[in-house]
DNA sequence: TGTACATCAGTGAACGCGCGTTCACTGATGTAC
DNA sequence: TGTACATCAGTGAACGCGCGTTCACTGATGTAC
């Protein structure tokens, strides 16, 4: 009984409004899209004055910032998931990259938002190429595993930044129209991503051509 | 004499403005990047009111469609002058990819209008797979010939898929922070480029695998 | 060749809008004594 | 345990801004006779 108007009326105090705004913004860009992401919208979203924000962040664009911090957090963990099915190493590899584009596929617009600010910045997010659990070492350390040990790091550096070009532009590319009767003979969308993957570089390939 | 008058006052019907409009445009995005690209701003480069456009494109939507397709041309052509350096057919391949990344590297905002715009439809640009001349069409005939007559369309078609998407992945990330040092070493943004597309499917390749 | 008139391609002022940000404020919370 | 007070996290009104678009208009051009 006590406890019924505390849960009717909102308190003053949010008390965990910085994740609330995040959450506010993850939402409308599910409903929305990227052109609806304003500070304002977000705010209005979250149930809260325009001004409340800037108590969490400096500005919009740090408001950006932590949402592209949540997605690619989300793309790295829907990535490492992959990981648990043990099949081949060969079949590693595609299947991160379906993991990868599929996750742009769920969320487009976070997708989008995400590779704006990088562009943006002219980098990707800080120490995706370091911290050992991330994505991308993921990528590079199946590399490693499928070239064995006499292969250059340059050349596994190289490889996995390929691949990762390779997946961003089908995380792009892979809902156009032009793509629709091939994916319909293929048997669906995934069989489409699949094809496309497995056919990267396939007849310029030359072997494992060594950075001289 | 008399044609000096003529020279120094505008005449009050400029001629070709709808050209002129792409072409403000264009340096608008040169200059100050996409976000400055209103239609405001282009009637302003263009010396005209913001009502003269109207006369031109429906809506600002119609005029920016006009920049893409300008920019597609372009691109077109860029990547239509590597045929005639007649190397052997294997680089070509990497040569076409470098020719690509390199426009998008010379026009970042252009590039990035292009393909917001393609998203945004969520389809290339109309006829790019059919016109025989187009870019794409090139690709894809290169890769007929490296593989032979024995090889399904299919195939072509998805190896053609993965380059463009490979490129544009590429093109979009190759100004990234986080591979200076290995540009660097591997002697400059061409070599960066010329390595990361030679590894193309590097290790994961598993020869020639035709869709069932 | 001249003239009337329709059409074309501009002007410039105005519209309403949503935006990011700032401001003075106030209610709630935590802490020192 | 109570109280004074600093600090924190909200409010809501207001700022100036540039935007896309519309409107009534006007100057220039082309054409029919």
Same mark, same amino acid.
């Not at 609806?36 to 969490?56: I, K, Q």
């Not at 379906?98 to 704006?116: I, K």
């Given at each position: 009984?006590?406890?019924?108007?505390?849960?009717?009326?909102?308190?003053?105090?949010?008390?965990?409004?910085?994740?609330?705004?995040? *959450?506010?913004?993850?939402?409308?860009?599910?409903?929305?899209?990227?052109?609806?992401?304003?500070?304002?919208?977000?705010? @209005?979203?979250?149930?809260?004055?325009?001004?409340?924000?800037?108590?969490?962040?400096?500005?919009?664009?740090?408001?950006?910032? +932590?949402?592209?911090?949540?997605?690619?957090?989300?793309?790295?963990?829907?990535?490492?998931?992959? @990981?648990?099915?043990?099949?081949?190493?060969?079949?590693?590899?595609?299947?991160?990259?379906? +993991?990868?584009?599929?996750?742009?596929?769920?969320?487009?617009?976070?997708?989008?938002?995400?590779? *704006?600010?990088?562009?943006?910045? *002219?980098?990707?997010?800080?120490?995706?190429?370091?911290?050992?659990?991330?994505?991308?070492?993921?990528?590079?350390?199946?590399?490693?595993?499928?070239?064995?040990?006499?292969?250059?790091?340059?050349?596994?550096?190289?490889?996995?930044?390929?691949?990762?070009?390779? +997946?961003?532009?089908?995380?792009?590319?892979?809902?156009?129209?032009?793509?629709?009767?091939?994916?319909?003979?293929?048997?669906?969308?995934?069989?489409?991503?699949?094809?496309?993957?497995?056919?990267?570089?396939?007849?310029?390939?030359?072997?494992?051509?060594?950075?001289?």
């Amino acid at each position: 009984m006590s406890t019924a108007a505390v849960a009717d009326t909102r308190p003053y105090h949010h008390g965990d409004l910085r994740r609330a705004l995040v *959450d506010a913004a993850a939402r409308i860009l599910e409903r929305e899209g990227p052109s609806a992401l304003s500070l304002r919208a977000v705010a @209005r979203e979250a149930g809260v004055s325009p001004a409340a924000p800037y108590h969490h962040f400096k500005d919009k664009n740090e408001l950006l910032e +932590a949402v592209a911090h949540v997605g690619w957090e989300a793309l790295g963990e829907a990535m490492l998931e992959v @990981r648990q099915n043990g099949t081949d190493v060969q079949t590693l590899m595609t299947e991160l990259g379906v +993991a990868y584009v599929c996750f742009s596929q769920r969320h487009p617009a976070l997708y989008r938002v995400m590779y *704006d600010r990088s562009r943006d910045k *002219d980098s990707l997010p800080e120490g995706m190429q370091d911290k050992e659990d991330s994505a991308y070492c993921l990528v590079r350390e199946t590399f490693r595993k499928v070239a064995g040990p006499e292969v250059a790091d340059v050349d596994i550096e190289l490889a996995t930044i390929a691949a990762w070009c390779a +997946a961003h532009g089908l995380a792009e590319m892979s809902g156009f129209a032009q793509f629709n009767p091939l994916r319909e003979a293929l048997g669906g969308d995934e069989a489409f991503l699949r094809g496309v993957l497995s056919h990267l570089g396939s007849f310029g390939y030359r072997g494992h051509e060594p950075v001289k």
